[in-house]
């Protein structure tokens, strides 16, 4: 995650957030310090999450919201195939934005 957010940190087409659902929002922050994360979180995100998915909720989760607010894609849990996560994030996006 932190290596998508620094290559799209100056873009002023697309804004990376996360979103955090855990019960203690307060190990969230030693958690991102002791991993060097400098992407933004935004917490207790649970009621919010729970408003806008339905099923299962898998973590993490990945959704690709357009200007307008409308959900363009979601992935659900992590895809350790990928080899370049970040460059195919990058793919995804411009292809959406086509």
Partial sequence: MQKLYDLLKDSKDV???TLNVDEDPGLVEPFLAA???RFPV???AQAFVNGQDSGVL???QI???GRDGVLREKHS???GKMSDWPAEMLDKLEQLSK
């Fill in 42 to 44: 935004l917490l207790s």
């Fill in 77 to 79: 849990g992590f895809n």
């Fill in 15 to 17: 804004q990376l957030i």
């Fill in 58 to 60: 898998g973590i993490p």
């Fill in 35 to 37: 991993n060097a994360y």
């Fill in 63 to 65: 959704w690709i919201v």
